[in-house]
């Protein structure tokens, strides 16, 4: 059983930054999503395990970053130039194997952390 847990979360002007956290362990493709209040649960970033391949969803490419600390056994999402759409619930998530861009493919999930940008 892998246990996930997300931090990094807050609010935020349009414009600012913020970095999420998750706490991971084990040799998992990660991955992060967003659910925005009655809105589905959609891909925002992917990581291989050894960090060498990186996928984003095109909403977010060029503003985040995602990457990981294996010996922290963390994975990072770095948001830059934050807009008030960007706001959701943020996801950490961990996948064995499959499409990482759907959320059928992840096997462990976090419970959220908050991010909201005002305008």
């Known amino acids: 059983q892998v246990q996930l847990v997300e931090s990094g979360g807050g609010l935020v002007q349009a414009g600012g930054s913020l970095r999420l956290s998750c706490a991971a362990s084990?040799?998992?493709?990660m991955g992060w999503f967003r659910q925005a209040p009655g809105k589905e649960r959609d891909f925002v970033a992917a990581i291989s395990w050894s960090g060498s391949n990186t996928y984003y969803s095109t909403s977010v490419k060029c503003r985040f970053t995602i990457s990981r600390d294996n010996a922290k056994n963390t994975v990072y999402l770095q948001m830059n130039s934050l807009k008030p759409e960007d706001t959701a619930v943020y996801y950490c998530a961990a996948a064995l194997k499959g499409d990482l861009r759907t959320a059928v493919a992840y096997d462990y999930w976090g419970p959220g952390t908050q991010v909201t940008v005002s305008s």
């Open positions: 084990g040799r998992y493709y």
